[in-house]
């Protein structure tokens, strides 16, 4: 493999291993400030149980977003110099205002909420865990207003002499359409993703009979949050998608395995794709509900694959703007398929939740629940390769093309050994955090004495 192909596969490598603790540490932050903040207005120890418990998971969860999040900064030097020497007046700004504010703001008051307990009054030590949580969705919208800029590129001027993008408009950054879709989308996948964590976790411990009364409360809060989210990235997602057909129509085209232009347009349920001859070989439709989605009428012309391809030839050149349409494909069906599944179960949580009847009493669901864990995950890293592939062939789109950002002085076999040493050391930090997770994640919180105690020394001070 050249340096090319090795330095994307890293970055893919690290990119999808970051992402898989992004999600959890917004929804988390927010969902533990939640009970925290329920804990304080009512005085029960439950609650503060709750985020204790809670917190601990979301704190091992974020040092591993950390540590992992370092890396990516590096490789845009390491392997994409000539990406950074193209873009870095626009893509540097972003990236030092997460880091030097967002990320000093959340990790201060971080510090602030695990060292503040009992030291700090109620009010003081909660307003620390809202500014954290606050700060980590920050972190996210620069680093998204980044890529943003990569996917819908706006603010800018060129520099012929410099050979390089200049930032012209820094509101017109903030103000990017792609941006605005981008990120409620990720705040709503984070939201989803903590959801079913909590559930999940809460189901293992039923499972196990450890602290019922803890984890009932627990999967009911958790069950609220997921299905609030699910319905919420729904939304959310479908707003992004009719965004994408105009921002990028090869994107939406691709994801669709959409080769003509068509009115009314299909959508395809399953298909055998076929790109060396630019159709599919078969194909289950459903005939006009593209269009349906897209327009919400039964009709609208949806662009096709070979149509953008010849406008793309015509507008920079000859050459091959298809990306890996099978990729796409079945990426977005099972990011959408997913999706569908944690709606339904979010439902289902809702419905037992509400019931008399205990949880322990529903074993199977209980199994599934556990299992929902890793829904949106998939969901998640799905949509991302989605979102980054679906940019092919450029790095920045319309502007630079990846040949022409990858470093011409690191070897291949630099970035190879690169790229071993990272899987190497990040599947010995999967397993630590698993290990974490599942040690703290099953371990009893409190037992139900000490809770007695809590609320019946809680009354007496009161």
Known sequence: MDALSLARAQFA??????????????????????????????????????????GKLFLINFSMGVVTG?????????????????VGDIFGAPLAIE???????????????????EKLSKKVHLLSIWLAAIATSLSAFWILLANSFMQNPVGYVLNEAAGRAEMESFTALLTNPHLWWQFPHVLTAGLTTAGFFIVGVSAINLIKKNNDAFFTKSFKFGAVAALVGTVLVFFVGHGQMVSIKDEQPMKAAAAEALWETADPAP????AAINQEEGKNDSALELPGMLSFLYYMKPAGE???INDVQAQMEAEYGPGNYIPPVAVLFWSFRIMVGAGCLMLLLGVISIIISRKKKPLTSYKKLMVAFS????????ANTFGWVMAEMGRYP???????KMEDGVSTVTGSGT??????????????????????MVRHGIKNPVTDTEIAENEKEASLWT
């Open 99 to 117: 880091a030097l504010v967002a990320f000093f703001i959340e990790s201060t008051f971080l510090g602030v909420w695990i060292f503040g307990w």
């Open 267 to 270: 959508f395809t349920i399953v």
């Open 415 to 436: 970035v190879l050994i690169s790229l071993v040493g990272f899987i190497v050391i990040y599947t010995a930090l999967a397993i630590a955090e698993l290990v974490l």
């Open 13 to 54: 490598v690290t990119t999808i291993y970051h992402f898989l603790f992004v999600p959890l540490t917004i929804g988390l932050s927010f969902l533990v400030a939640v009970l925290e903040s329920v804990y304080v207005k009512t005085g029960d120890e439950k609650y503060k149980q709750m985020a204790k418990f809670w």
């Open 70 to 86: 370092i890396v990516q900064e590096f490789q845009f030097g390491m392997n994409w110099s000539g990406y950074s020497r193209f």
């Open 394 to 400: 450029w790095v920045v789109y319309g502007l630079m």
């Open 302 to 304: 949806v662009l096709g």
């Open 371 to 378: 299992i929902s864990i890793i829904l949106p995950f998939l």
